[in-house]
């Protein structure tokens, strides 16, 4: 069964600080991770990620995918009470359109 | 429109009764997808429909659920005798569909809030 995996759960940090979030996933025919903030309700798209190796960087958000590994960071600098969210990540899939999505990490920054 | 557009924002109903959400995709795309969040759950997709038809309704839970889609845009879910569990927020999502063989940007709508009392 394809499965997603994100870590933490949850994780409050104070404004200004720098933090990781983790996502590892065990899917058949992988083809791109995406990364989603998701603040109300509506995720907003953040990254798609197909190759092993290279970062994309929005401001102070940047992610990289590891195929070896089968995971991916999203990393944020210099947070800001406006990055309190959940961040998802998802797996694409080769032959499929759905997404399989992890749990999220729920994110509180603190001022 | 300029975004993905769902209604109701909340639908509150008896065990039992029947309920039809909707969703409006971003105008032009033709693919649509739904997926259900439960309480500090990932999203789990629900069915996928490329124009009309619905190449992929793997995830529908069970035969209370169905999703129909006409003239290309317009998509409504149908829950019948609803569940407590059905309780979820129910997402939409479209995508222009054109992406090949490459992984298609969802772009998600607020999603309606169903509570099954």
């Known amino acids: 069964e394809d499965k997603v995996v994100q870590s933490p759960l949850s994780l409050v940090v104070h404004e200004g600080d720098t933090v990781t979030l983790n996502c590892s996933y065990e899917v058949t025919n992988f083809r791109s991770l995406l990364w989603y903030k998701q603040e109300k309700k509506a995720p907003t798209f953040l990254f798609m990620l197909?190759?092993?190796?290279i970062e994309k960087k929005s401001g102070r958000l940047s992610s990289i995918l590891d195929k070896k590994e089968l995971s991916s960071i999203l990393n944020i600098t210099a947070t800001q009470t406006g990055d309190s969210a959940i961040y998802l990540c998802?797996?694409?899939?080769?032959?499929?359109?759905?997404?399989?999505f992890g749990q999220g990490t729920r994110l509180t920054i603190n001022p | 429109g300029a975004g993905v557009s769902q209604s109701p924002s909340n639908k509150v109903t008896e065990k039992g009764k029947d309920v039809e959400l909707r969703c409006d995709p971003i105008?032009?795309?033709?693919?649509l997808y739904w997926y259900r969040q439960s309480l500090g759950q990932g999203l789990e997709f629900l069915i996928y429909f490329q124009g009309n038809s619905a190449p992929d309704k793997s995830g529908l839970p069970s035969d209370r659920f169905s999703a129909e889609r006409t003239g290309g845009s317009v998509s409504t879910l149908t829950i019948q005798r609803t569940q407590q569990e059905d309780s979820a927020v129910y997402l939409c999502a479209s995508s222009t569909g054109l992406a090949g063989g490459n992984t298609d940007t969802q772009y998600f709508g607020p999603g309606t809030r169903l509570t099954v009392l």
């Open positions: 998802a797996a694409g899939i080769q032959g499929a359109q759905k997404l399989v």
């Open positions: 105008s032009g795309h033709t693919a």
């Open positions: 197909t190759s092993s190796g």
